[in-house]
């Protein structure tokens, strides 16, 4: 295959950078690129970003929210992890789907790991997982892209993707380490993740001459155009969100208080409290107030601001119902 170098880290382009390729990069050949994110978590076009991630701790941490343009679940990336994606013609979807991804098996294996395909999306070395990848068709063309786990930081990796009640919060960093694996443990010979990049593009590129795509700089600003426009916006990355609904509950001078909440597109489309607190006007009038709202600090700031909290739950202020409501400030 010929292959592109992308070597930015940031989430944001490199969700652009794969939406170039597949829908504006004109080639007859398979294209591969491998590339790697600073830390962020990458979504699935049909999630929720708040169901599905730990919020409070990306803020606190400052990793990026970023959304793809495939399906398929939440994942964590961090420079440890390298990325994959092969962009080509997809006549027959049922003979290259597969056949890309044996590319990627091959490589491993020549390297070393014994690299299988299984389950709906994943490829397992010795019964562990390593890379999970998911595919979009655009046209003619088909993109698979997934990640490959080198030495990747499982607690930080087990926190963002944890919410209440999710399987990774249920089982923790030990549940994660039985059911992952880094590559790491099986390339003793590639001791960065940098050295298995530029294996990997040695043993992809193989048997092509003068292999490599270089983009020219009108497509380099079409692809930051795209990230701009697209995929660093709080419109796609948390507005396009399905439903979701959960609860909050904390407990503050008025008493117990409790938040149901339902957000959709990134809005607040339904929202009661509950709970054993004392307040002077019905709760209810102020969580009327706030449907409509979009579910983030700034906005819910503002509608607040023009509510007096402390009417309806004693003594609280706008940030502990923020905090409540939003689950950080």
Known sequence: ????????????????????????????????????????????LNQNAYAEVNMPF?????????????????????????????????????????GYLTYVIEA?????????????????VEGRKVSGYAKRVWKDRLMVHGTLMYDVDLDT???ALSVDGSKLEAHGIASVRSRVANLRDYLPQLPTVEALQTALEGILSRGYADSEVVLTPAQQERIDEIAR???ATWEWNIGRSPLATFTRRARFSCGTVEAHIAVEKGVITRLS?????LGNSPADVLAARLVGCRYDRDALA???????????????????LILLVKGFI
């Open 302 to 320: 503002a509608r607040l601001d023009t509510l007096a909290v402390a009417d309806y739950f004693d003594r609280l202020t706008t940030d502990e």
């Open 58 to 98: 990306l803020r606190e941490r400052g990793i990026v929210l970023a959304r793809r343009v495939t399906g398929g679940g939440a994942v964590y990336h961090d420079l440890q992890n390298l990325n994959y994606t092969i962009v080509g013609r997809s006549a027959d979807l049922e003979r290259d789907y597969p």
């Open 1 to 44: 295959m010929k292959y592109l170098r992308n070597r930015c880290t940031n989430a944001h382009y490199n969700m652009a950078f794969d939406q170039f390729c597949l829908e504006e990069l004109e080639t007859d050949e398979p294209v591969f690129c491998l590339w790697r994110n600073a830390p962020a978590v990458i979504i699935g």
């Open 273 to 277: 409290f509950g709970g054993d607190f």
């Open 157 to 159: 990796l087990t926190r």
């Open 229 to 231: 426009t697209r995929f």
């Open 108 to 124: 491993l294996r020549s390297l070393g790991v014994p690299a299988t395909l299984s389950g709906r999306n994943d490829i397992m």
